[in-house]
């Protein structure tokens, strides 16, 4: 059984993390079960927003946990742990739905990467945000330079990943890298995340898919799946699909 759960109530889903012996440490079982999640609350129209929190107050996530890749070869760590939970991450930040991170604990390595793939974040007052890598003489591999890159300034990540420096909650949130901080960052999110399955869903769907294409999150797919969205609405398209199924040449208006 995956330590990642999947637990919907009412129109928020949340996705818990359920390690915390292992300071919530990714397991390849975890990363699996995140992506079939993901693609769960994709399909659950009911389901308007998203929280990632994790079980334990001393780690939201310490990132992967190192039984799970430190006896790969070079080629199997780079080809499957690394692009692996590069295609999970990406899956998650990509949904269409808001999401929230409440990370209650420290978010170190993965763990920051993970929480950077969603739309805003909460963090608890003596939570830290680390890229200790380097401590075990490998690097961030699941967009810590890539995506982090786009949220944090170059010199913060910098900090992290050459130094081996932490950032506290209250200079995440000065950064604009977290929302709030909350001694309760679990229940904080959840007013967020309720908040937001208040707005009209589609409205939201579209502000993100639009922020995300100006960010350059999978950007040449938004780009496409907004124009297929406006061209099916028309009256061309409804008149193309009549038009096929009846086996005669379409006639277009234009609308």
Do not use: Y
């Not at 992506?35 to 334990?56: L, M, Q």
């Not at 808001?98 to 969603?118: D, I, N, W």
Request: glycine share 8%; aromatic share 4%; net charge negative.
């Amino acid at each position: 059984m995956s330590a990642l759960h999947l637990t919907i109530s009412g129109p928020v889903a949340e996705i818990r993390l359920d390690n915390p012996e292992k300071l919530n440490a990714l397991t390849v079982t975890m990363l699996e079960a995140l992506e079939s999640h993901c693609a769960a609350i994709e399909r659950d129209s009911d389901v308007r927003s998203v929280i990632v929190t994790a079980e334990g107050e001393r780690a939201f996530c310490a990132g992967a946990d190192i039984e799970a890749w430190s006896k790969l070869s070079a080629a199997e760590f780079a080809r499957h742990w690394v692009r692996n939970g590069h295609r999970v991450f990406d899956r998650l930040a990509r949904l269409s739905k808001p999401t929230v991170a409440a990370l209650s604990g420290h978010a170190f390595g993965g763990g920051l990467e993970l929480a950077a793939t969603c739309d805003i974040r909460v963090m608890a007052p003596g939570a830290t945000l680390g890229l200790p890598e380097a401590n075990v003489g490998i690097v961030p591999g699941w967009s810590g330079t890539q995506r982090l890159r786009r949220l944090l300034p170059e010199p913060v990540i910098k900090e992290m990943a050459l130094f081996g420096r932490r950032i506290s909650a209250e200079r995440a949130l000065g950064l604009g890298f977290v929302a709030d901080v909350s001694e309760n960052a679990r229940e904080a999110a959840r007013e967020i995340a309720l908040g937001a399955a208040k707005l009209s869903p589609r409205a939201v769907e579209v502000a993100k898919n639009m922020i995300h294409a100006g960010a350059g999150e999978d950007s040449a797919a938004l780009i496409e799946a907004l124009g297929s969205a406006a061209i099916s609405a028309s009256e061309d398209s409804d008149e193309g699909v009549a038009a096929f199924r009846e086996k005669r040449k379409p006639i277009f208006a234009g609308r």
